[in-house]
């Protein structure tokens, strides 16, 4: 008796993992997807009745022959079907396992195709009525057990004579319902494994497409410039923005408020991801329409300060620095907003511009900013940027820096805008040495030579 229980859970146990092994391959790879391109729910049911069926025949041969009854795992094939084929795959499932267990004879065969059809029925009204609750281990264990169960009851009742079907049942029961039902649950979870993690990856490509969007669309709205622009004799100008993630919070704008006067913005939105970029948006728009509907640059910047805390739920904030230049006298006026001091190049010396800073922008409501000046003379050059480009970090943790940044002006009067923002990059990722970008590097260089 011992013996013939140790062989069955044996058996029992060892067709199992083939089944389980063969479930979790389908499941988590993409056959179904590319073998079931349909709308059409009957095809879905039809396909996973078959593949619960060649489960229990497999099942049925390999199976446990115990006086004419044939213990097996067959009825985790019609119950996988009816949970995920509704009752009509179950019922597929369970004539294809049933009528195969059928000519393989024996005393309980009839009462097996009666029990197996009636299961896959049954897992798969449940399924349309408790889908929620079947992923669930307890839920699926007990329904199992039960199924199970009836499947013995059934034998009690069809196979004659009872003494007979009762000393059967007695030395199946525990190794049949524990095995059908462990196996069950290990069938439903790796299910809902793997369609979780299916579900996960096509949100991920989601996201990422939607990212990849984002990106376009950010990159959109700042000025294109190249060597046509801004259509003036007397001045170059290069930009380059380069985002840590997909899409960052860095901006910067270039645009004319009347034919001489030429506005430069650079400004840096606290956080990354898309938050910030479309915090980074709002920023660009309110400013460049302030700094044209109002004449004093200072008030300018203030009232866009004020617009901006006004909205801001997201208690978000920006750095930024705005000057308007004259193209026919070289006068610079600006603003600094809490930003890095700009490099202002002549003579093949560069020094950082620095004055007074003023409060972020969206930081505090009726925050005064102080408006600056600063007469260029002819080949000046001035280059604006974000702290992502002293904030670089090698492996080490140290900072690419304000002296290492000034470092990369030496001899570079004369240098075109677009030759010093590569030349700052070239000296970023020499020093970085392949360590990964962490915040946006946003760059915003021009040349007066009037």
Sequence with gaps: MIGDMSAMFSKMIGTLAVILVISAFIGGSD?????????KKWKYSVFFGVLGGIFGIYGNISGFDLNGAVISVRDIGPML???????????????????????MGGITAQACVVATCSIGLICGAVSIKWNKAVVKPYFAFLLSVVMEAFH????????????????IVRQIAF???????????????????????????????????????????????????????PGCDGI???????????????????????????????????????????????????LQNCIRDIPKLSDAVQ??????????????????????LDLNSGMLNFVSAGHNPPVLLRNNKAEYLKFKNGFVL???EGAVYKEHSVQ??????????????TEAEDKNHNLFGEERLLACFENRSGSAPAEIIENVKGSIEKFINGNSQFDDLTMLCFNWNK
């Design 31 to 39: 056959i179904l997807s590319k073998f079931i391109k349909t709308d």
């Design 81 to 103: 079907a009816g949970f995920t084929g509704g009752p009509l795959g179950g019922f597929i499932a369970g004539i294809i396992a049933g009528v195969h267990r059928l000519t």
């Design 152 to 167: 013995l009851c059934v034998v009690l009742v069809m196979v004659k004579p009872f003494e007979t079907a009762l000393g």
């Design 175 to 229: 190794p049949f319902v524990a095995v059908n039902a462990l196996g069950f649950v290990m069938m439903i979870t790796i299910i809902t494994y793997t369609e979780k993690q299916r579900n996960l990856t096509i949100e991920r490509s989601r996201l990422q497409s939607e990212l990849e969007v984002a990106n376009v669309i950010q990159h959109s709205l700042l000025p294109l410039i190249n060597e046509d622009y």
């Design 236 to 286: 170059e100008v290069s930009a380059s923005m380069e985002a840590a993630k997909e899409v960052g919070g860095d901006f910067y704008d270039v645009f004319f408020v009347d034919q001489s006067h030429l506005v430069f913005v650079i400004g840096d939105v606290s956080g990354k991801g898309i938050p910030a970029a479309m915090f980074m948006a709002s920023s660009k728009i309110t």
């Design 303 to 324: 009232t866009a300060n004020n617009v901006l805390c006004a909205r801001n739920d997201a208690e978000m904030f920006v750095t930024l620095w705005v000057g308007v």
């Design 362 to 364: 969206a930081g505090m």
């Design 376 to 389: 260029l003379e002819r080949g000046d050059t001035l280059y604006l940027y974000t702290d992502g480009v």
